[in-house]
């Protein structure tokens, strides 16, 4: 039986959006030609609001000018999905992932998403997918975002996960398109802040298990 492939995971702590993507875009050429093993950047993002290539102007519902008057950048992105907001609180995974021998678009973002509901359940929290919709829900609203791009088969964007985020900057947005939904968080749904840092663990653990890989922790250096 082959040995599962190797995956690096690393904490970044607070990274700039911006820098992140650049991160991103160096591993996607190291993973495509075979210079650097599958990574899962895990992280959190100060304030800021992302538009995916489906995004709609009408989603956006303060002006960037106001927004950035506050101190809060919107950028667009070429991941799938519509806007949404990253900020302290939040778990960000942007795993970079060659899908050639693995599977499939589809079968990535599916297994994603059980990820996420496999560690929401570590922690006695409900949650499920929707049928027609992406991301990770529970019966008190959408707890998780998935946007992906793939590259030359190389996967990379991700997932965010309301851990203890502040659900009072999604009144700027229409979270991903959806109009008829309220947003939720592991703090609410358990009635008290999470540790995070377990969240980071319980996850890294259920991303080896859905995604057939053997994750070795990586240092925070391999970055600079």
Same mark, same amino acid.
């Not at 904490?11 to 160096?26: F, I, K």
């Not at 992302?50 to 927004?67: K, V, Y």
């Not at 309301?162 to 947003?183: A, E, M, Q």
């Given at each position: 039986?082959?040995?599962?492939? &190797?995956?690096? @995971?690393? +904490?970044?702590?607070?990274?700039?959006?911006?820098?992140?993507?650049?991160?991103?875009?160096?591993?996607?050429?190291?993973?495509?030609?075979?210079?650097?093993?599958?990574? =899962?950047?895990?992280?959190?993002?100060?304030?800021?609001?992302? #538009?995916?290539?489906?995004?709609?102007?009408?989603?956006?519902?303060?002006?960037?000018?106001? =927004?950035?008057?506050?101190?809060?950048?919107?950028?667009?992105?070429?991941?799938?999905?519509?806007?949404?907001?990253?900020?302290? /609180?939040?778990?960000?995974?942007?795993? *970079?992932?060659?899908?050639?021998? +693995?599977? /499939?678009?589809?079968?990535?973002?599916?297994?994603?998403?059980?990820?996420?509901?496999?560690?929401?359940? %570590?922690?006695? *929290?409900?949650?499920?997918?929707?049928?027609? =919709?992406?991301?990770? +829900?529970?019966? /008190?609203?959408?707890?998780?975002? *998935?946007?992906?791009?793939?590259?030359?088969?190389?996967? @990379?964007?991700? @997932?965010?996960?309301?851990?203890?985020? %502040?659900?009072?900057?999604? #009144?700027? *947005?229409?979270?991903?398109?959806?109009?008829?939904?309220?947003?939720?968080?592991?703090?609410?749904?358990?009635?008290? %802040?999470?540790?995070?840092?377990?969240?980071?663990?319980?996850?890294?653990? #259920? &991303?080896?298990?859905?995604?057939?890989? #053997?994750?070795?922790?990586?240092?925070?250096? @391999?970055?600079?």
């Amino acid at each position: 039986m082959p040995r599962p492939e &190797f995956c690096r @995971f690393v +904490w970044l702590g607070t990274v700039e959006y911006l820098a992140a993507r650049a991160l991103q875009d160096s591993l996607v050429e190291q993973v495509h030609n075979g210079d650097s093993p599958a990574t =899962l950047l895990l992280l959190e993002h100060p304030h800021v609001y992302t #538009r995916g290539r489906l995004s709609r102007d009408e989603h956006l519902l303060s002006s960037e000018a106001e =927004l950035a008057a506050s101190g809060i950048p919107v950028y667009e992105t070429d991941r799938g999905g519509q806007i949404t907001y990253h900020g302290p /609180g939040q778990l960000v995974g942007y795993p *970079i992932v060659n899908l050639r021998d +693995w599977g /499939g678009p589809l079968k990535y973002v599916r297994t994603l998403e059980q990820v996420i509901v496999d560690t929401l359940g %570590d922690f006695g *929290i409900d949650a499920h997918t929707e049928q027609g =919709l992406t991301g990770v +829900w529970t019966p /008190g609203g959408k707890i998780a975002a *998935i946007g992906v791009k793939i590259a030359r088969g190389v996967a @990379f964007h991700g @997932f965010a996960i309301n851990i203890n985020t %502040d659900l009072s900057n999604y #009144r700027h *947005i229409v979270p991903c398109g959806i109009t008829d939904r309220p947003v939720t968080s592991m703090a609410v749904e358990l009635g008290e %802040d999470t540790d995070a840092e377990a969240v980071r663990y319980s996850l890294v653990y #259920r &991303f080896a298990r859905n995604m057939g890989m #053997r994750m070795v922790e990586g240092s925070p250096e @391999f970055v600079s």
